[in-house]
């Protein structure tokens, strides 16, 4: 069956490491997503790809990083400058990051990221 | 600035039926969403309203008022496993998802 595989699914971090959450999908999809998801809030887009090779900020990129040189992953790097990382990490992707029709997203399982 | 808006928590017992606000506003509108998230998983897709009205699917059915910035997600039948998270998503002019924190139904026997 065709999906999107996090992993780790939990991961503790001290401070000052940097850390590297697995995104891969078997779906076909053009585009990735990297999504944040605290208690209370939104989901909220780090980074998205809408093409290999190729990606774009989102509305809290500042301290994570990414790389698209794979279709099917798109990893999501917590550096040490992201001052509050803990928080659960979401990858998702679409079939196409254009926007006609639903464009609906297929999420990954998720990622529990605390810092110690 | 963007804002959606729905209940933190709602409560309803199991047979019965619940309906889930979403209110938005938003730089433009492209479509609003819904999805569903069990704690801990991903969150999984349950419907797309474009245009003003009702779509139904099943026991789950959406409705949107774009003059009033206003859907709700109507669930019918209401089973245990329903009991959830239910994430409202707004797309808007520049095509970018803006996300509401989530209801979190629970279902009670």
């Known amino acids: 069956d065709g999906g999107i595989t996090q992993s780790p699914k939990y991961l503790f971090r001290k401070e000052g490491q940097n850390v590297t959450l697995s995104c891969e999908q078997n779906l076909n999809h053009d585009a990735m997503y990297w999504y944040r998801q605290d208690p209370g809030q939104g989901l909220r887009l780090i980074y998205y790809s809408q093409i290999v090779n190729d990606f774009q900020k989102g509305d809290i990129a500042e301290g994570y990083s990414v790389s698209r040189e794979k279709k099917e992953s798109f990893p999501l790097t917590v550096t040490s400058a992201q001052k509050n990382p803990t928080a659960f990490y979401l990858c998702a992707s679409s079939i196409g990051g254009d926007a006609s029709g639903a464009n609906v997203l297929t999420f990954g399982a998720g990622s529990r990221l605390t810092v110690l | ?109």
């Open chain 2, 1 to 109: 600035g963007q804002n959606i808006d729905q209940p933190t928590e709602m409560t309803a017992t199991e047979g019965a039926i619940v309906q889930i606000n979403c209110t938005y506003q938003t730089s433009g509108f492209n479509g609003l969403f819904w999805y569903q998230q069990h704690a801990g998983e991903a969150p999984t897709f349950l419907s797309y309203n474009v245009l003003d009205g009702l779509e139904e699917k099943g026991r789950f059915s959406s409705f949107l008022s774009r003059s009033k910035g206003y859907s709700y997600l109507l669930l019918k039948e209401l089973q245990m496993k329903d009991s959830a998270s239910y994430l409202c998503a707004v797309r808007d002019s520049n095509y970018q998802l803006i996300w509401g924190a989530g209801t979190k139904l629970i279902i009670k026997p």
